[in-house]
Structures are given as structure tokens and as C-alpha cells.
């Protein structure tokens, strides 16, 4: 087997079932960290009101970011998410269970989701996604066919757009300030886009040699589809088939499904109790059938950062040095890549001509 056919097998055989696992397991312990921190806020506010010292919820926050008051966003975003409710529903057909999940995944489990990576970002400075949160939703949506599979679902993180929010606050940058700078950018960004696009796409078959990454990866990425789009496929007669005559459905392993959310659930319920870090738990599940050449570096760097760097220059000193070292080495790698596709570009544009 080659590289693509090894890890779509390997997937097949036993990553569908305990990332499914991993990802219900994932959904129950954010829920429930969730509604532990709420519970400590309402009591943290109850104690804040009886003593006097309360703020105002819904009043902006004072560092002078510009920011409008929290209600004009909670309305914003309803009115939005009712739109695009609409929009998906129309072109699906207005289908009661469907029209249910859409409410529960917009107004529902992407504020969730956007609060657990804004503080996870917060703490160890990465996210984490739960796995097939969407499938499983379709799955539930009672949808038929690909067409579900098409239509705009978001699925959208906003906790990098809090974690966003917080550096402009600290490096002084007013939120209407970023509010102008997309209203320039947006339309350049689109216009520019739509010529790259357009010429790369009409300069070099894809895929092809040309592309490698694409020619190897398409591969995998369609095979992937495939699979998932196959768990809502129908029968002569129209009706959607049962899960388990699916490939996804075979491939859906009670067993694995079962292991997945156990090691996870119980992980996290070992760690808190000895007190030990609960990042291990996001990490398995970030973890689960990732390719294993891009975690060896960055297992690799972390040990190098504990065992070498931190003792050398101190484990506050280090950590604080840290994120602008990253800063400057994204960079400098973003200004070599954006070089090189330039020349890439230009010689696709010259090389074809007889002279």
C-alpha cells in the first residue's frame, strides 16, 4: 500500500469508530466544564452583588478597545444566524428535523464551542474542534442524499476571534480600527482571489506534478468524503438506507466508538482527580488518525522546550520568550512561501511561450 491507501484503510478499520468516541467523549466533558464554571460565575456574581462590587454584564469592557455593548452583539448574531437558518432550510426543503438542528448547531453548540477554545486558547494556546459534531448531525437531521452535505453549514470557531480581541486590547488596537481595516481588505482580498485562482487553475491541470501536495492529497481528501457522504445515501426507491448498510456505517464500529469515549472520559476524570494537567485529554483527541510525520516535530519541540530550553533559560523566562519567537519564525516562513509561489507563478506565466 501506498501512504494514501494505508491511512484511508487504517481509518476505515478503526479511527471512524474512536474518533466518534473521542469526539462524544470531548462534547460531554466540555458540557460539564461548562456548566461547572457557570455554576462558580452565578455564585461568584451572587457574592460580587451582595457585597456592592457587581459590574454591569452587559456593559463593554473598559480598556478601550471600542467595543459596542454585549446586547447589540447578541442581537447581530441572532438576527444573522435566523438568516442563514433560513437560507439552509429553503434550499434543503423546509424540513421540521432539519430546521431543529440547524437551531441547536448555530444557537447552540457554536457559542459552546467558541467559549471552551477561547479559554483553551487562553491556557495551553491551542483548539481543539469536536470530532463529526456536524455528521452526526446530519445523521440525526434525518437529511437524504449529498445535498446536506453542500448546503452552507457553518462551522465556525470564534474562540481565535475572543483570543483576537484580547491581543488587540493589549497592543492598543481599537476595535473599530479593526472594523475599517476588513472593509478595506475584504474587497481586495476578493478581487485578488478570484484572478490567483483563476489563473493557477487555467496555467496546470490539477491534479498533476506541478502540484505534489494536491496530486497526493486529493486522493485521501475525496476517498474521506466519500465515506462520510455515503452515511446519508438512499436506495432505488428514495429511502435514505439504514447506518449500518452504509460504508460509514461499517466502518462505525460500536466496539471502537465505545473505546473512544471511555478513554477519554475516564482520562479526564484520572487527571482531575490527581490534579494533573486535563490538556493531555484534548491533545488524544487532537491527536486521533493525525498523520503521524506532522506530530513528530511537534512532540520533538516540546520535549526540546521542557527538558532543554526551560532549564536553560527558566520555565517563566522561556514561555514568555516564546510566543515571539514563534511570531518572528511565522514570519519570516510566511515571506519565503509568499516569495517562492510568486516565482512559481511567473514561471508558469513564461514558461509555455516559444521565445
Not at 96 to 114: C, E, G, Q, T
Not at 130 to 140: N, R, T
Request: charged share 15%; aromatic share 14%.
Amino acid at each position: 500500500m501506498n501512504r494514501v491507501i494505508a491511512i484511508f484503510s487504517f481509518w476505515v478499520v478503526l479511527w471512524v469508530g474512536v474518533g466518534v468516541g473521542g469526539g462524544v467523549g470531548i462534547a460531554v466533558i466540555s458540557v460539564f466544564s461548562l456548566a461547572r464554571d457557570m455554576s462558580r460565575k452565578f455564585r461568584a456574581d451572587n457574592r460580587e452583588k451582595r457585597a456592592g462590587i457587581q459590574e454591569d454584564l452587559w456593559a463593554p469592557p473598559r480598556a478601550g478597545r471600542g467595543d459596542y455593548p454585549l446586547w447589540i452583539a447578541l442581537v447581530l448574531y441572532i438576527c444573522i444566524s435566523s438568516l442563514l437558518v433560513c437560507l439552509i432550510s429553503s434550499l434543503l426543503g423546509w424540513q421540521m428535523n432539519l430546521v431543529l438542528f440547524l437551531i441547536f448547531f448555530i444557537f447552540l453548540y457554536m457559542p459552546i464551542i467558541a467559549y471552551v477554545n477561547a479559554r483553551l486558547l487562553g491556557i495551553a494556546g491551542q483548539s481543539v474542534d469536536i470530532p463529526y459534531v456536524k455528521e452526526l448531525g446530519f445523521l440525526a437531521s434525518g437529511a437524504k442524499g449529498i445535498d446536506i452535505w453542500l448546503a452552507p453549514v457553518p462551522y465556525d470557531n470564534y474562540g481565535a476571534q475572543a483570543q483576537s480581541f484580547r491581543v488587540n486590547e493589549l497592543t492598543g488596537v481599537t476595535f473599530w480600527s479593526l472594523v475599517k481595516t476588513e472593509l478595506v481588505a475584504l474587497p481586495i482580498l476578493f478581487l485578488l482571489s478570484w484572478t490567483f485562482w483563476g489563473f493557477i487553475w487555467h496555467s496546470t491541470p490539477i491534479p498533476s506534478p506541478a502540484f505534489p501536495a494536491a496530486q497526493i492529497n486529493w486522493e485521501l481528501e475525496s476517498k474521506n468524503r466519500v465515506l462520510l457522504y455515503s452515511s446519508t445515501s438512499v436506495d432505488e426507491n428514495g429511502k435514505r438506507k439504514p447506518l449500518a448498510d452504509t460504508e460509514f456505517g461499517k466502518a462505525l464500529k460500536p466496539a471502537y466508538v465505545g473505546t473512544g469515549f471511555v478513554v477519554i472520559t475516564g482520562s479526564y476524570a484520572v487527571l482531575s482527580a490527581f490534579g494533573l494537567p486535563i490538556m493531555l485529554v484534548y491533545g488524544l483527541v487532537r491527536g486521533f488518525g493525525a498523520l503521524p510525520h506532522g506530530m513528530i516535530l511537534e512532540v520533538f519541540g516540546a520535549v526540546l522546550s521542557r527538558y532543554y530550553f526551560q532549564k536553560k533559560y527558566g520555565p517563566q523566562n522561556f514561555l514568555r520568550m516564546a510566543p515571539t519567537i514563534f511570531a518572528g519564525y511565522l514570519t519570516g516562513v510566511g515571506l519565503i512561501g509568499m516569495a517562492t509561489v510568486a516565482l512559481r507563478l511567473i514561471y508558469s506565466a513564461i514558461s509555455p511561450t516559444p521565445f
